[in-house]
């Protein structure tokens, strides 16, 4: 039998996500939603993890530590090839599968099984967007720049977070416009956003 943990914040996906993986006999799947915290420290370590890709916790992070102490590298992430910037975040963050949301329930039971053997299993639907994620256009301040321009932050805040001048922030800003090709700030942020490199 493999142990299957399935992580999602919504309920009703989590649930049919459980059902589908529960249709192949030879897998034990449980659930955990990450908003009800950590799991329990008496919680049976999974042999595979399946993740919504959308729920990443940041750059380098595929999961928690308490998920990664569940079931470590053998992490598969839903993702769409329309969100390179999370597939690349994914991919870094050392998950073994990576599975288009639009895919097969097949595929999904398919990239448990490869995962739990500790080989890599990747969708071929994901694959260019994989590799336009990994040529992200912005450097970390530039982007740290338009994170925090995306939260409401004025050109004064985010210097003072940042401990940059106001006009290093108006540079950084101008630069992260022009190389992402967007017309303004709102339109820059949107790219970024839309892509998952934030």
């Not at 895919?103 to 969708?123: C, M, N, P, W, Y």
């Not at 338009?146 to 950084?172: C, D, F, K, M, W």
Request: with cysteine; hydrophobic share 45%.
């Amino acid at each position: 039998m493999v142990r299957v943990l399935v992580v999602h914040d919504e309920g009703l996906l989590r649930s049919a996500l459980v059902q589908l993986l529960r249709s192949d006999d030879t897998l034990e799947v449980s659930s955990l939603c990450p908003r009800a915290g950590a799991p329990r420290h008496d919680t049976v370590p999974a042999d595979v993890c399946v993740v919504d890709g959308d729920r990443l916790e940041g750059p380098g992070e595929v999961c928690g530590a308490s998920l990664r102490a569940l079931c470590g590298d053998r992490v598969v992430v839903l993702a769409t090839p329309e969100r390179p910037g999370v597939l690349h975040r994914a991919f870094d963050g050392g998950a073994l599968g990576l599975v288009d949301k639009n895919a097969s329930a097949q595929r999904l039971i398919t990239a448990v099984h490869t995962v739990a053997k500790g080989e890599r299993f990747l969708d071929e639907t994901l694959t260019v967007a994989l590799l336009k994620g990994a040529q992200m256009p912005l450097t970390t301040r530039e982007l740290s720049v338009l994170s925090l321009a995306a939260q409401g932050s004025p050109v004064a805040e985010i210097a003072a977070r940042l401990h940059l001048s106001r006009g290093t922030v108006r540079n950084y800003m101008a630069t992260a416009i022009r190389k992402v090709g967007a017309r303004n700030r709102v339109d820059a942020i949107r790219i970024v956003q839309s892509a998952g490199w934030t």
